[in-house]
């Protein structure tokens, strides 16, 4: 019988799975401990401490509440915050913060193990509300609003987005006017489709929003830029011009009230202007230190790339937990007999069971060391180590790359992991169906994913004009000729595959080749460059077309763009993680990693064969070798799994899910004791298949 006397957060792994594998048949184990401290990254006590506090149960997000009782308790949850004061880490040290601002980061995303609205609701608070001010603006304005923005004594909405416009931010169409007169700009949004919508602390939190709108003096637009502007009184009614409407009931993250805000001819001082990239002076001159309206716009909007970054991290710690509670679940859970006729398998033993959930913890591995590498990046261009045009535009583009993908792999993960648990995964009180209502908006907010990729495209295509830029006829005709071929030229001076479509006589030694790290990266490279130089070729005579049939042509190679975006973000992830491996000093936590890094990598080779086949690049016998190999690497990584997962550092206070914590070893074993006992006691019913005659 089930010890009810013991809590299922006492229960140890290793007391409950006794009778699984315990490492690899050649012995191979796992350093777990070693592997956590890894997998924390770059600043494991900020990690550390964030994970403390999402552990405590009043962050906890409980099932259940009405709308109003869960936002309600989000807010008070953000007092709790300020208490603490980690989330101050990235604000200015005059002012108490510590100027921190990949520790901020890393501390913030682990939120999301909390209650994903409790993160959000944050990170409009101090993430986009108070990081405008505080990027945006200048030393007054931090001096006068960042104190109460820090200890919410100001709730803001960053409203941005309008009904009618989401990622093209540059054609809002709501206005800021200036009055020379009166030394105010007087916001205006002129029709329905300018109001400023999903909006967090909007519909009944916010006391002032971070708004952006059309800079209009003395008859010029000089583009978006960001104004502060109260919206509410400190009863909580909308100020004189300004009016609002709750979103209402979501699919997801319900403790954040998202709402409309528009505003008819509302007056704001002229100093309300957050001027640090475009200012207007008391007789209506304007004047910036960034000359280009364009590139002014993307460096405004390049100091809110903490969104992206942080999505990408949230996504990622997300994908973990589920995992966690999947691959514990499926280590305990029996189901079938197969090798035995008086006990059920484990039904992660079961191949299929692997392939669902065992690539998508590759996967996750991989994520979160390209994550890793992301916040390094981030925090050198915000803390000014790297601070340069070129360093900002490699922010913004692994940023759009890497969230795009650890956005969708979430959804992805926690559909599979939910469905991997059956019944149970689909039970409130095991955290998966609600996780994935949360993380769905992930995908479009901060940037619609496929909008994003086209960013990653854009600058790909960019990138490869720059190398042949002033090259002479020879060097052109000579690539063209190395294109006709299937090869593909490479910046790093990268080998070609110069006998792909060659068969090695045999799947081993096809599969011998395929372990071969260069291998792997050769063909994820060839593939990004093939589909770059591709979309190149088919593009090149835009130049030469009216800008309708240049937009005509781009739109018919838009897909293909996307596509090949995706593909450099999955060859970043793959690169990422191999970085990482080499780091790794214990033998056999590098072997096991190197198994599923290779996992990973072929994984992307096997979603792509076709590409691979059309284009050349692979036999039909190598092909099969890859999904061999893949097969082979499953069985290597089973017994590693539940070791792979506790390496992500969640307790039960973080998991929360009753079916990870050990309850069902517990019924299995219940269940094994009974019919044990059953089969001494001589009483077993004979089965009625046993009684019927043999077929002669």
């Not at 009904?163 to 105010?184: F, K, P, R, W």
């Not at 100020?239 to 007056?267: A, Q, S, Y």
């Not at 392939?355 to 996750?364: D, M, Q, S, W």
């Not at 763009?561 to 590098?590: M, N």
């Amino acid at each position: 019988m089930v010890d009810t006397s013991v809590r299922p957060d006492e229960i140890h792994r290793d007391d409950v799975l006794a009778d699984l594998p315990a490492g690899g048949p050649d012995g191979s184990r796992i350093n777990v401990p070693e592997l956590a401290h890894q997998l924390l990254g770059t600043w494991p006590d900020a990690r550390s401490k964030a994970r403390t506090l999402a552990a405590r149960e009043e962050f906890h997000r409980i099932e259940g509440l009405s709308l109003d009782e869960h936002r309600d308790r989000v807010f008070e949850q953000l007092k709790l915050l300020v208490e603490n004061g980690q989330v101050h880490r990235a604000f200015p040290k005059h002012l108490g913060g510590q100027e921190d601002h990949g520790g901020n980061i890393a501390g913030f995303e682990e939120l999301v193990t909390a209650d994903p609205s409790l993160q959000i609701k944050s990170g409009v608070q101090w993430g986009l509300f108070g990081s405008a001010v505080m990027h945006l603006g200048s030393k007054e304005h931090h001096e006068k609003w960042l104190p109460g923005i820090m200890s919410l004594e100001i709730p803001g909405a960053f409203a941005m987005t309008e009904v009618g416009h989401g990622s093209d931010v540059a054609s809002i169409a709501t206005t800021a006017t200036y009055d020379a007169d009166t030394q105010e700009f007087v916001i205006h949004t002129p029709f329905r489709a300018a109001w400023k919508d999903y909006l967090g602390n909007a519909a009944v939190h916010g006391k002032a929003a971070t708004l952006f709108a059309q800079l209009i003096t003395n008859g010029v637009n000089h583009g978006v830029h960001c104004f502060y502007v109260p919206i509410r009184d400190d009863d909580g009614k909308f100020l004189p011009g300004i009016g609002g409407e709750d979103d209402g009931i979501k699919g997801g993250l319900n403790g954040i009230d998202n709402g409309k805000l528009h505003f008819t001819n509302v007056r704001v001082p002229r100093t309300n202007l957050l001027n640090r990239y475009g200012d207007v002076a008391e007789d209506g001159t304007y004047s910036s230190p960034i000359s280009s309206p364009g590139r002014r716009f993307f460096t405004m909007l390049g100091t809110l790339v903490q969104g992206r970054v942080s999505l990408d991290g949230a996504a990622v710690a997300a994908s973990a937990v589920a995992l966690q509670i999947a691959i514990t679940y499926g280590s305990q859970r029996r189901q079938f007999n197969a090798s035995s006729d008086i006990r059920e398998e484990v039904i992660l033993d079961y191949q299929r069971h692997q392939r669902r959930l065992l690539p998508k913890l590759a996967t996750t591995y991989a994520a979160m060391f390209a994550h890793d590498q992301l916040l390094v990046k981030f925090d050198g261009v915000f803390s000014g180590k790297s601070d340069t045009p070129d360093d900002r535009q490699d922010l913004e583009t692994l940023a759009a790359a890497l969230k795009s993908l650890s956005t969708w792999h979430a959804l992805d993960t926690l559909q599979e992991a939910r469905e991997a648990c059956g019944g149970a995964g689909f039970m409130v009180g095991n955290r998966l169906t609600s996780l994935r209502a949360d993380l769905d908006i992930y995908v479009t907010f901060e940037g619609d994913n496929n909008v994003l990729l086209q960013l990653v495209g854009k600058r790909l295509l960019g990138d490869y004009a720059k190398r042949f830029k002033g090259a002479d006829a020879a060097t052109l005709a000579r690539f063209a000729a190395e294109q006709a071929r299937g090869k593909v030229v490479h910046g790093t001076g990268l080998r070609s595959l110069a006998q792909t479509v060659s068969d090695f006589g045999s799947t081993a030694r096809s599969v011998g080749h395929l372990q071969n790290e260069e291998t792997q990266r050769e063909l994820l490279t060839d593939r990004v460059e093939g589909m770059v130089a591709g979309v190149a070729g088919r593009l090149r005579a835009a130049s030469k077309l009216t800008p309708a049939e240049g937009a005509a042509l781009f739109n018919a190679n838009q897909n293909e763009l996307i596509e090949a975006a995706r593909a450099h973000a999955e060859l970043l992830q793959w690169e990422a993680f191999t970085e990482a491996l080499a780091k790794v000093t214990d033998p056999g936590t590098k072997k096991v990693l190197t198994w599923l890094r290779d996992l990973f990598g072929l994984g992307l080779v096997e979603k792509h064969l076709s590409w691979y086949l059309i284009n050349g690049r692979l036999s039909g016998q190598r092909a099969s070798a890859v999904t061999a190999y893949i097969d082979r690497l499953l069985a290597r990584i089973r017994p590693h799994a539940l070791d792979l997962v506790e390496a992500f550092g969640y307790t039960q206070e973080h998991l929360r899910a009753p079916i990870s914590s050990g309850i069902e070893a517990e019924r299995q074993e219940e269940a094994a004791a009974y019919f044990a006992e059953l089969r001494a006691s001589g009483e077993t019913p004979i089965a009625e298949k046993s009684l019927k005659a043999p077929k002669k």
